[in-house]
């Protein structure tokens, strides 16, 4: 029984911190309609920041600060957006589709940093000893205790992101996102508005890689894929229902269960077929994306018409 | 403008130039809107009259020439800044935020709204939400007078295109705008509510003081609401003054080259 609770739990915690980012990619994409194709990058920055503000000394790695998680989250955050503002600065006021590309870029070149910049990040090495916020209570409730905390963190970015969506801020971001002539025809300055969502979103992420890395209570470029951190988190939103806050949860949820437990599947399988099982799922999980914005393009709850104010 | 006594023209313009390319669309084009008045600018097809309102409203960078707002430069100031001076556009073919309700396209509009800035939508929700409250009964107004309060909730899609251009005038009449150019604000509208329209900006002008700049095809609407009328082709103006005078222009009647002109055509 407790293997399974903690098999249970480690999965559910895993969907909260993929629920941080499809919230920050709806803020983005799903309100604002900003391509960010660089989800990974703000992951990372976040992840980084997190680990090497908390763990202990060592000659492998910056760090030795020794600070407490509680402290270290918001500047995980705070790391996010200020990664995302000179991008979004610059970008943003070229055509919208030049985001996309520049996300891309410093995804990229956060992978390469990663890998490389050993006094730093440790290289291929990473950093290990991350502390797990609870983690002196044991198992299992150390770990239920966690879960517990991912979710709050979840609960209260969800909160932020409705509180957000259905404000007069909100509506100018879709209105944007609609049609930018017109929303400048309405007085508004669609760079400014742009910029704001995608930092917000930014510093989401920023709070998803530092919530991932003290989970692992390691991190290193192997734990950075683009295909986990960010393809994975479009299909969640776009299967959950893009524009809609409790759809990105719930795409989230649904997918990551779904990823993980074709995981088991493959992992059932004798050796080599597991290696190629692993790409035969990346293969399916692109047929369904593909089959959803076929079939069901507002994905699983779409945007709802929003309530008369 | 010009250093007259005078009160300075609401809108001013002088030799704007603006080209795509090889091709010159305005070509020099000066002309003035008086505070307190509904101007008409008239014109064939392709006269450069939607690009005059795209240039002046600082949707399009001009090429040449200058324009003021009340006698301040304003030459190449962006579309918001604009707005917030008191000035307001339509556009000749709707542009609607689609996945927005009709409510909503309207509520967009609205200057200054508190909400629009964080942190405020996150720790003054209270706040916001009776200002919403208050913006949404000016909203239902405007919606009210445009026979469109019924489709307030439905999305901006599900109108008709003639309801489409009343929310583009619904959301200029939002944005509190002493100067509105409307671009064909009836065209493809029925016989009696382009009646109401004329209606409107002829009281919005009288009661609230609005100017208005509009450009229209409907010449014995214009006739009607209209004074002074400006008539452009190729690029420039070529007849200014009433319209009757304007009518009587024989370079006017030579550009719209046999277009029905006279004041019984209906
Ligand atoms: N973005 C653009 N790029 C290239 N040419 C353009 C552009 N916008 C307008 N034009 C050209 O400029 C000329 C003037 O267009 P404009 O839309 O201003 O005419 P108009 O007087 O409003 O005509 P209508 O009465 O048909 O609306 C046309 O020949 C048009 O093809
Ligand atoms: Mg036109």
Known sequence: MEPFALYFATILTLAGIYAALTLGLNLQWGLTGLMNFGPLAFVAVGAYTSAILTVGGSAQHLGGFGWPWWLAWPLAALAGALLALPIGAISLRLRADYLAIATIGIAEILRLIVRNEDWLTGGPLGIPGIPRPFEGLGLPWGQFAYLALVAAVVAGLYAMAQATARSPFGRTLRAIRDDEEAAKAAGKNPAAFRLQAFVLGAACMGLAGAMLAHFFKFMGPDALDPVTATFLVWVMLIAGGSGNNLGAILGAVAVWALWAATDWLAGQLPGELATRAAYVRLFLIGLALQLILLYRPQGLIGERPPRPA | ?266
């Open chain 2, 1 to 266: 403008m010009s250093g007259a006594a005078t009160a300075p023209a609401a809108l001013a313009a002088e030799g704007l130039t603006k080209r795509f390319g090889g091709f010159t669309a305005l070509d020099g084009v000066s002309l003035a809107v008086p505070e307190g008045s509904i101007t008409g600018l008239i014109g064939p097809n392709g006269a450069g009259k939607s690009t005059f309102f795209a240039t002046v409203a600082g949707f399009l960078r001009p090429d040449g020439g200058r324009v003021w707002l009340r006698g301040q430069e304003v030459t190449g100031a962006p579309p918001w800044r604009l707005h917030r001076a008191g000035l307001a556009r339509t556009f000749q073919i709707p542009r609607l935020f689609g996945r927005l309700t009709v409510a909503e396209n309207l509520a967009v509009a609205a200057p200054d709204q508190p909400g629009e800035r964080l942190p405020r939508p996150w720790f003054a929700r209270r706040r916001i939400r009776e200002e919403e409250r208050a913006l949404r009964a000016r909203v239902m107004a405007v919606l009210e007078r445009l026979n469109l309060a019924r489709h307030a909730d439905a999305p901006a899609t599900a109108l008709s295109g003639g309801q489409k251009k009343l929310v583009e005038l619904g959301r200029a009449l939002m944005s509190g705008a002493s100067l509105i150019l409307l671009d064909e604000p009836a065209a493809g509208v029925n016989r009696t509510l382009l009646r109401e329209i004329a209606a409107t900006i002829a009281r919005l002008n009288r009661e609230d003081g609005i100017t208005f700049l509009v450009i229209e095809h409907d010449l014995d609407l214009v006739a009607e609401l209209c004074h002074p009328v400006h008539c452009m082709a190729e690029g420039r103006v070529i007849a200014s003054g009433s319209m009757a005078e304007v009518r009587a222009d024989p370079t006017v009647a030579e550009a719209y080259l046999g277009m029905a002109l006279e004041p019984d055509a209906s």
